[in-house]
């Protein structure tokens, strides 16, 4: 398929498919279309969100949080659409501040941090043993 704009320097843009013969011309105009919508996660999920901040070592991680970024790009941009004409130059920056009011982080006692470091602590405790055989498994 080739799309081109209109005006005095039009752009051409070629999209190749291995869809069957029978697909129809406008399911291949509106994924053509979909495609910025999929960029414009990727870019603002990036550059707001922290998609690319991640530190995973295995799959299932990268996995979890990329949709967990997705999901919160979601949201943002749900929220910004349902605000739109009480506030139609909303930016996604401005929605993150705005989230960050509306739910602050929350603040630990030292108390809070303990239970929790216990907690993780037992949890990795009770996997040791189910890692250590399947790492025996492998060698």
């Known amino acids: 398929m080739i799309k081109r704009s209109l ?7 070629y999209y190749v498919s291995n869809a069957p013969w029978s697909t129809r011309l406008p399911t291949f105009v509106w994924l053509s279309g979909v495609r910025w919508g999929i960029e414009q996660c990727f870019e603002e999920g990036k550059t707001e969100l922290g998609m690319d901040h991640y530190e995973v070592r295995q799959y299932p991680g990268w996995h979890h949080h990329m949709w967990v970024c997705m999901l919160a790009h979601f949201f943002l941009w749900h929220v910004n659409i349902r605000l739109g004409g009480k506030a139609p130059a909303l930016t996604l ?4 501040t705005l989230r960050e009011v509306v739910l602050p982080l ?8 303990l239970k929790l470091v216990a907690w993780v602590q037992r949890r990795n405790h009770r996997a040791y043993p189910s890692h250590r055989k399947r790492r025996e498994a492998e060698g």
């Open 7 to 13: 005006g005095k320097q039009p752009a051409y843009r």
């Open 93 to 96: 920056s401005q929605m993150r």
């Open 106 to 113: 929350r603040t630990y006692t030292i108390e809070d941090v």
